[in-house]
């Protein structure tokens, strides 16, 4: 007779969240002076260097340090952006960016699912449609891809809210996955564009000007996106008999 299936334990489902914690924590402390715009700029010929000599080694490199910073919540994403641009180029650039953010992020997800998102949402089920938490389950369940969508495309939302909230409210795996990928392609591109043309910027000792993500020929694009995303739940609320 074969043994009946026996839930993890709370303890064995924390682990994943306790090493995401912990390799935040190390990670913070020791790579806060490395994943800056002066470190990028101080070591700009020594990583051009080595990117020619080895290309695929580096990019790899990059790659995997990338869907660690995401993975760990650690700060310096935007400095990677630009190091990806800077380094490779804003097409192959935004392709190992956007890979990179949508493994780490999606390695997130499913660890705080795993650890606690599969109990809060237990829960939530169990109080019905009373809790708050359980009445925004169901918008998001009827427009699940749009406002994952938004989450992605609203420059006002941290990029790991927009990677941890999802698992606590049940959301499917693929439809993070793949509004991950297309959300994040427009600022991705913005941020390896100003990074392909930072060698100028480095080379005059400053740092790249990112107020050029505020303005309206950039930010304006960006969130008619999101007025794209957010137009099939505003149909949806519209037809919905009162």
């Known amino acids: 007779m074969s043994k009946m299936h026996r839930p993890a334990s709370p303890l064995r489902r924390a682990i994943p969240l306790g090493l995401i914690a912990l390799g935040a924590v190390l990670g913070f402390v020791l790579l806060r002076d490395t994943l800056t ?36 919540s650690l700060p310096g994403g935007a400095v990677m952006t630009l190091a990806g641009g800077f380094l490779f180029g804003v097409p192959a650039g935004v392709a190992m960016v956007v890979v990179s953010a949508t493994l780490g992020a999606s390695l997130l997800f499913l660890a705080a699912r795993a650890g606690l998102g599969d109990t809060l949402h237990a829960r939530m089920v169990a109080k019905g449609s009373d809790g708050a938490l359980a009445r925004i ?83 304006g694009p960006i969130l008619g996106l999101a007025a794209l995303a957010a137009l099939p739940i505003l149909v949806k609320t519209l037809r919905r008999p009162s």
Request: hydrophobic share 55%; charged share 15%.
């Open 137 to 219: 389950e169901k918008g998001l369940r009827r427009n699940e891809i749009s406002y994952l969508l938004l989450m992605r495309l609203v420059p006002a939302i941290p990029f790991f809210v927009a990677n941890l909230a999802p698992a606590f409210l049940g959301v499917k795996l693929r439809n993070y996955v793949l509004t991950t990928f297309f959300g994040i392609l427009p600022g991705t591109a913005v941020f390896a564009w100003i990074g392909a043309g930072a060698g100028e910027v480095f080379a005059r000792g400053e740092t790249p000007d990112l107020s050029i993500l505020f303005s309206p020929t950039v930010l």
């Open 37 to 72: 715009f002066q470190a990028l700029g101080e070591n700009r010929a020594a990583l051009i260097a080595w990117r020619d000599d080895n290309y695929a080694l580096a990019a790899l490199t990059f790659m995997g340090v990338y869907v660690a910073v995401v993975a760990f």
